[in-house]
């Protein structure tokens, strides 16, 4: 059997790392941050400072237990996906009716987001991601004679009312 069709058959779709990353380095600096502003305090801290950075923290850490969590399984025709909060669907390749994908470009960084649904053209899940296992599931979706429509933002022609 051809190596490319075993990991076409079996793979894990993940998160990027640079979420992790980030969530990880500014979660830990603004727990120190609150947390020296509290045992040296030059004053009470307003109540806006702890709703501002608790939050912001609560943000950090929602973005690492995405990473730790948010999973896609393929294992021959059977697709597992795990959301955010651990709530599990299990699917198949024939259950899928359509796939809209939109691409934004933004410098450095090159956004990918997949809405697949179902025959029944409800939502089955949202798919964003970069990397190889992302790509792997892209030409999966093709090699299973899946349509992936692009959506294009309109083009805007900056210069029309000059």
């Not at 051809?2 to 980030?22: A, C, G, P, W």
């Not at 501002?52 to 950090?60: E, T």
Request: glycine residues 8%; positive net charge.
């Amino acid at each position: 059997m051809d190596i490319v069709n075993i990991i076409m058959k079996q793979f894990i779709v993940k998160r990027s790392r640079f979420e992790l990353f980030t969530g990880l380095f500014f979660g830990i600096g603004m727990a120190i941050f609150i947390v020296v502003l509290t045992i040296f305090p030059r004053g009470v801290p307003p109540l806006w400072f702890y709703l501002f950075f608790g939050s912001a923290f609560i943000l950090c850490i929602s973005l690492v237990l995405l990473w730790i969590m948010w999973r896609i399984e393929v294992h021959g025709d059977k697709i597992y996906y795990r959301n955010m909060f651990g709530r599990s669907k299990t699917f198949t390749f024939d259950m899928i009716g359509k796939v809209i994908r939109k691409r934004r470009d933004m410098g450095y960084y090159v956004a990918d987001k997949m809405i697949i649904y179902s025959k029944e053209r409800q939502v089955i899940m949202r798919v964003e991601g970069s990397g190889i296992s992302y790509a792997l599931f892209i030409a999966r979706l093709i090699q299973e004679g899946i349509t992936i429509t692009e959506n294009k933002p309109p083009e805007v022609n900056k210069w029309k009312n000059l």
